[in-house]
């Protein structure tokens, strides 16, 4: 057995290159742990998380400043070497920078792990080598602007790479730095396991809160053995739908998870409930009321809830697929093209297509299975699985797919399906004209913006709030 060692980081887990089957690969991948911590652990996690921002501004305004003063100087035509010299922006001279001003900008430094400070400096120095980048050109992408401020309400996160940090014996507690050891919500054991075994090596730690929940996620170097698919030959095209979770071209169709719904239900009562609040007005400087904020963070939990009910689900499915079948055939959507257009009722399902895609790509790239991903104009929708005509249009209200040619009924998604898995066995993708996109049903630009200004018992809406309305409503068709 061979060793490869690859792999980068794409937001938690890896990117991996294509193996034989059965091969051991070695692969960063991300193994994250809901915490359960104390009240003083509580307190010196968001200390630490505190001091990252802290030490992230203290640098946005020193390079700021620097910059600010050069390009003034420019102006009264001050020649190069009489300048003020250029600030570097490395990790390793504002960390530098950094232990020499500290004493003077945060006496209290030594309340936290310095790991917390050296993490905001260092996310500091890849935000503005991004934003070089950026407007020199050299970066893929929308341009990117100088790093902001961080203010109170963003993010909280902190990153640990050097110290003592790892799990601990019992499996139910991490160790963290100057933190100490804190109890996980849930069993660390997959991970535990390959650390017994000698196959994992943790990199970096980091912790993070959202929605009410405190996570530590760890990038660890981990060295797998990923069975092989049981059907080698086999294809399978999958379909994300709208009313189900994904449409398999074999006809299976797997529902949504039944929490999702409950949730859902929940999530409309909610946001009916915040929208009788007093939210907040920027033009009047309105604070929310305290019963508008207690609401929205019962949505924000909830959310979190529907995110990872929905993230389960896919990635049952996307390591059943890989496990069975030797080829997957996916669609290549414009996620963010789609997301822009916040009305078209499929979006969501976009936004899973996503998750889907990227799942599987990784996963199949451990078990040495082939992905295939459809051109993004390939019409799979619009296409007949049986003959192969292809329609001029078709509604995202037509849920069946009815062919005029040969006679075909058959659902939508599992027609789009079969269409994928065919695409995979000529080996082609074929892409298509620009007359066959997709188009959302109907006119919905009109009929979204007239329910967007008006309110259900028929009083109008405040001047301003439109915009705020209209995000509610599409989020509550999720
Ligand atoms: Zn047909």
Not at 197 to 221: L, N
Request: charged share 25%; aromatic share 6%; proline share 4%.
């Amino acid at each position: 057995m061979t060793l490869i060692k690859m792999g980068f980081v794409v937001s938690g887990v890896v990117g991996v290159g294509h193996y034989g089957v059965g091969e051991m690969v070695t692969v960063i991948q991300a193994y994250r742990f809901a915490l359960d911590p104390t009240a003083g652990q509580y307190s010196a996690l968001r200390s630490h998380c505190g001091a990252q921002r802290y030490a992230f501004n203290w640098g946005v305004a020193r390079i700021r400043a620097n910059l600010d003063q050069r390009a003034a100087e420019k102006t009264y035509d001050i020649s190069g070497d009489q300048l003020t010299p250029p600030v570097s922006w490395s990790a390793y001279s504002l960390r530098k920078d950094w232990n020499q001003a500290k004493n003077e900008v945060a006496p209290w430094w030594a309340k936290n792990s310095k790991e917390a400070y050296s993490s905001g400096l260092a996310n500091l120095a890849a935000a503005l080598g991004n934003w070089a980048a950026s407007t020199k050109g050299a970066r893929h992408g929308r341009r990117l602007g100088f790093p902001r401020f961080k203010g109170r309400r963003s993010g909280l996160s902190c990153r640990f790479t050097t110290g003592a940090f790892g799990l601990g014996i019992d499996r139910r507690h991490v160790t963290l730095p100057r933190i100490g050891a804190v109890r996980t919500h849930e069993s660390t054991r997959k991970l535990a396991r390959h650390v017994e075994r000698d196959t994992a090596r943790i990199r970096s730690a980091t912790v993070s809160y959202r929605a009410g929940r405190w996570f530590v996620a760890f990038s660890v170097e981990i060295t797998r053995a990923d069975p092989a698919p049981a059907l080698p030959d086999s294809v399978v095209g999958v379909d994300l739908g709208v009313a189900s979770l994904a449409v398999l071209s074999t006809g299976e169709v797997i529902a949504n998870p039944r929490h999702l719904e409950a949730a859902l239900r929940k999530l409309r009562r909610l946001q009916r409930q915040a929208a009788r609040r007093t939210g907040p007005d920027r033009r009047t400087r309105r604070p929310p009321s305290a019963r508008w904020r207690k609401t929205w963070a019962r949505i924000a939990v909830l959310h979190a809830g529907v995110a990872n009910a929905r993230r389960d689900g896919l990635h049952k499915l996307t390591t059943r697929l890989v496990r069975t079948h030797g080829a997957v055939v996916v669609e290549d959507l414009n996620v963010s093209g789609m997301l822009r257009n916040r009305r078209l009722a499929r979006h969501i399902a976009g936004v899973g297509m996503a998750e889907l895609r990227r799942q599987i790509e990784y996963k199949a790239g451990w078990a040495g299975v082939r992905v295939h991903v459809a051109d993004r104009w390939y019409p799979s929708s619009k296409t007949c699985s049986a003959c192969g005509v292809v329609k001029a249009k078709l509604r995202l209200s037509d849920r069946v797919y009815r062919c005029d040619a040969c006679g075909l009924v058959c659902d939508r998604d599992l027609n789009a399906a079969r269409n994928l898995a065919a695409l995979a066995r000529r080996e082609t993708s074929s892409p298509s004209c620009g007359a066959t996109r997709n188009e959302p049903a109907g006119n919905p630009g009109k009929t979204r913006a007239t329910r967007a200004t008006g309110t259900a018992t028929g009083r109008p809406a405040p001047p301003g709030t439109g915009q705020r309305r209209r995000r509610k409503a599409t989020t509550a068709r999720i």
